[in-house]
């Protein structure tokens, strides 16, 4: 078994070079927070997944993607720094978020070494207001080398053996290897992600709209209800 091998050090800047979001793209011109202004590091980050796994053995895993949701009604410009960005390359590692949007952001693996195995690295997603330039959140996200995926060992799967001798057959479900998912439950899952689209679109109720119905106006717990839901939804469909 591999030992896990925590690694500190401070926190740095990443190789973005494959791209930034533009500023020209969105305006801060006559901000104003219509949710109030949150405090210091205290805003709820929604970033997907906490955790990237990358595998030596698996070149599609050394891509990894990081989603960040804006629920809010004002745009955020977010920042990710590295304990070890030399082994790492970030698209947009910087950039803005526009409100009710969420962005991709895809993180390559470049130095997959025998070295590395095992070594738990961070990232650091910061969060903040264009104008006021303090940090109003942030959050963590591990990042872990691994040789292969693991499989079951002997002893695992004698452990497992005995723990299904006691389930009678009615209990048993047949084998689903090699089988797609269900159609009825990827129609739902894709219902689910539109509505939650569709909400994180709608105004809220601070806000006045002549296109909008009042009535379809939604809360920011509602939206952040929503965001987590499509977050949920974005590692299913990764997995």
């Not at 405090?39 to 796994?53: M, R």
């Not at 390559?108 to 961070?122: C, E, L, T």
Request: with cysteine; charged share 20%.
């Amino acid at each position: 078994m591999s030992q896990t091998t925590q690694r500190g050090g401070k926190w740095r800047d990443l190789d973005h070079s494959l791209g930034r979001t533009a500023r020209s793209e969105v305006t801060t011109t006559g901000f104003e927070n219509p949710a109030g202004t949150a405090p210091q590091g205290k805003l709820p980050i929604f970033l997907f997944p906490a955790e990237l796994t990358f595998y030596a053995e698996d070149q599609t895993s050394h891509k990894q993607v990081l989603t960040l949701y804006n629920p809010y009604g004002f745009i955020v410009k977010f920042k990710i720094l590295s304990t070890a960005p030399a082994r790492y390359t970030v698209a947009d590692a910087e950039g803005y978020v526009k409100p009710n949007s969420c962005i991709d952001i895809v993180i390559r693996h470049k130095d997959i070494s025998a070295r590395h195995y095992g070594v738990v690295d961070k990232f650091r997603m910061d969060v903040f207001e264009e104008e006021r330039r303090v940090v109003l959140g942030r959050k963590e996200v591990l990042s872990i080398l691994q040789p292969g995926r693991r499989a079951i060992g002997t002893g695992q799967k004698e452990q497992l053996r005995k723990e299904l001798q006691g389930w009678s057959p009615a209990h048993m479900l047949p084998p689903q290897q090699g089988r797609a998912p269900s159609p009825a439950f990827f129609v739902l899952y894709v219902m689910v992600g539109l509505t939650c689209v569709t909400a994180l679109m709608l105004p809220l109720h601070e806000e006045k709209s002549t296109l909008v119905p009042q009535y379809l106006h939604v809360t920011v717990m509602q939206k952040l209800v929503c965001a987590y839901i499509l977050g949920l939804l974005t590692m299913v469909f990764l997995r």
